[in-house]
């Protein structure tokens, strides 16, 4: 089976959903293949390396998408306590500063395995909360942040979007660790 075999197959399963919700999901199953696909073979060592001048890595890459999602989905579900941040300014030496930036990497207790393991449960319930909301313009205000305007909202549709464009995004940033981790073209 070719790569877009393998795609097609896999943006293929849309379960029960139809309409608006059918292309959501095949979008975002075609973004999440091309994402796991660029790990494919490769060891937990290979998957902590970043071979570019980015510090990225594609556990790393992997781990942050799978966490980027399930705290959108829990804003879905729970509304704008669910994406809470800390009062006060910013403490880059902060326990919550030190786990963010350990999103971004494979550290060295976890394997690509574990991580592929959760990114697929993330995925499972993402996919579910798609077919089954009642109303994708379910809406909450987002929290108060510097990177969202003052008083803005997102619907369940427009979060959805934004974790099918954060997925193609890293996507791409893993096709190019991949390339030059190993000269293998995962996208291409």
Not at 1 to 8: C, L, Q, R, V, Y
Not at 22 to 41: C, K, N, P, Q, S
Not at 102 to 127: H, Q, S
Request: charged fraction near 25%.
């Amino acid at each position: 089976m070719t790569t877009s075999d393998t795609a097609s197959a896999a943006a293929s399963l849309t379960g029960s959903a139809s309409g608006e919700r059918a292309d959501i999901l095949e979008t975002l199953r075609t973004h999440r293949y091309f994402l796991r696909h660029t790990v494919e073979g490769l060891t937990d060592e290979q998957a902590r390396l970043s071979p570019t001048a980015s510090e990225l890595t594609l556990g790393g890459l992997i781990k942050h998408v799978a966490s980027t999602e399930s705290s959108w989905v829990d804003f879905i579900e729970r509304g704008t306590e669910a994406m809470a941040m800390p009062e006060g300014e910013f403490d880059p030496n902060s326990e919550l500063a030190q786990e963010w930036a350990n999103e971004f990497r494979m550290l060295p207790d976890e394997t690509l395995a574990g991580i592929l393991a959760r990114y697929e449960r993330v995925a499972a319930r993402t996919d579910a909360l798609v077919e089954s909301l009642p109303d994708l313009d379910l809406s909450h205000p987002l929290p108060p942040a510097p990177w969202f305007a003052p008083g803005a909202t997102r619907s369940a549709r427009r979060v959805f979007l934004h974790i099918v464009a954060e997925t193609a995004q890293h996507a791409g940033h893993a096709d190019i660790i991949r390339e030059s981790l190993d000269g293998a073209k995962s996208m291409g």
